[in-house]
């Protein structure tokens, strides 16, 4: 079916405020990534999940950061009381395990504006 | 933790050119990528890599897999409009041990500038 998507596509808040990023990923992915994008940047990774184990969090900068996941399927990434230094673009991505060749699809990503 | 150098940061060429660019690595991986990011969406994958000294072609692209599996390269020949974006090498450890496993590891892009 559809490839990763990813709500909502801009998102404007201001500085202290709690925000919420969605990521439906592809059906059948056990793999679920969340990586942030500066802006001149390449992309670093923040937290993922395979199948029922412990999510890998090694990646959050902070503990206002936090992702879920349900099951499979969606994954939800918070990050609460947000700073101007969080303004970044949040890319999702999923895969059907974590191996080499397990090849990682990738959302469009939520642009997140901290004012 | 891992980095990944990459280089050049920026290309500006013209239409019909050929490009280089590559990526370097303190410490080993046993898979490389190369991703393309064009503006308001997320990473496309154009060639991966699984083998050392490994050289894959994809249509006007090429990639090779460095022997040392520290490096990797990707030319695209004879460049056109629509090769305008963005260009990430990553790579991936099996290193079941240590913190990398799993998780790939980004260069910081190189973008390409392609004038008609």
């Known amino acids: 079916g559809a490839g990763v998507s990813q709500s909502p596509s801009n998102k404007v808040t201001e500085k202290g405020k709690d925000v919420e990023l969605r990521c439906d990923p592809i059906?059948?992915?056990?793999?679920l990534y969340w990586y942030r994008q500066r802006l001149g940047q390449g992309l670093e990774f923040l937290i993922y999940?395979?199948?029922?184990?412990?999510?890998?969090k090694s990646g959050l900068p902070s503990d206002r950061f936090s992702a879920e996941r349900t099951g499979e399927s969606v994954s939800t990434l918070t990050i609460q009381r947000t700073q101007q230094e969080d303004s970044a673009v949040y890319l999702c991505?999923?895969?059907?395990?974590?191996?080499?060749?397990?090849?990682?699809?990738f959302g469009p990503g939520t642009r997140l504006t901290v004012l | 933790g891992q980095q990944l150098n990459q280089s050049p940061q920026s290309m500006f060429i013209q239409e019909g050119e050929d490009v280089s660019m590559n990526c370097t690595s303190s410490?080993?991986?046993?898979?490389w990528l190369w991703y393309k990011q064009d503006p308001g969406e997320g990473p496309v994958l154009l060639i991966a890599?699984?083998?050392?000294?490994e050289l894959t072609s994809n249509g006007r692209l090429t990639a090779q897999f460095g022997i040392t599996r520290k490096d990797s390269f990707l030319n695209i020949s004879a460049s056109i409009p629509s090769d305008v974006g963005i260009y990430f090498c990553?790579?991936?450890?099996?290193?079941?041990?240590?913190?990398?496993?799993?998780?790939?590891?980004f260069g910081q892009g190189t973008i390409l500038t392609v004038h008609p």
């Open positions: 890599l699984y083998k050392a000294g």
């Open positions: 999940f395979q199948g029922n184990s412990a999510p890998d």
């Open positions: 991505a999923s895969s059907f395990g974590t191996s080499g060749t397990d090849t990682q699809y």
């Open positions: 990553a790579g991936w450890s099996a290193n079941a041990g240590g913190t990398s496993y799993g998780k790939l590891t």
């Open positions: 059906s059948g992915h056990t793999a």
């Open positions: 410490s080993i991986f046993n898979t």
